[in-house]
């Protein structure tokens, strides 16, 4: 997933970006609107700092919103709730108030991406691999067309998995999705979950381990 990060304060960006390359982002960052507007590669979100040198963010976002639909995240130190609700009414998709933390912005990205999706995705349930399909409305699992009883986390940690099949995910990245931002400690829990899931998948997808990483969910031919 490609970002653009529009920031003019070097060590913000500089762990900004450092932050979401570690969450497996691209990132691609400019530091003044005429920057952010020129940019010509193809970007999945944008993060959007207000206080520019050159320019307002605001008009940064209201041309990004009127050239696309491309999902936008107003970072700023402006937390008068007058700059909140215009930032929301030309276009931008969230608010995040500095100082924030990385797990903030992450939870935030992931949020505005799902809505983001496309109707049909969310409507319908999707497939993975030739056996395995998970309707996220109504929470349900299903192998060859049989329903699979998960637990709630069980259920959880499956589907962040598939968010992004054969993505590396890192034990602090699933600790921090499905159990707690603030997880801290051991993650046991976390092998009992998977080595529950691939008995209950039977083989329908592969959950591999990385030692000393985290897991990836491969999909079945």
Known sequence: MHVLLVEDDEPVAESLRRGLLRYGFEVEWVTTGTAALAVATPYDLVLLDLGLPDTDGLDVCRALRSRGDVPIIVISARSDETDRVVGLEIGADDYVSKPFGLREVIARIRAVMRRARPAAEQQGPSRYGARLTVDRKAARVRVDGTEIALTPKEYDLLAFLTEEPGALM???????????????????????????????????????????VGFRLVLAP
């Not at 092998?191 to 008995?199: E, F, T």
């Not at 998948?201 to 381990?209: K, R, S, T």
Request: positive net charge; proline residues 2%.
């Open 170 to 212: 890192s034990r602090e990245q699933i600790m921090e999705a499905v159990w707690d931002a603030n997880w801290f400690g051991p993650t046991k829990t976390l092998d009992v979950h998977v080595a529950a899931l691939r008995r209950k998948l039977a083989g329908a997808v592969a959950i591999e381990a990385v030692r000393g």
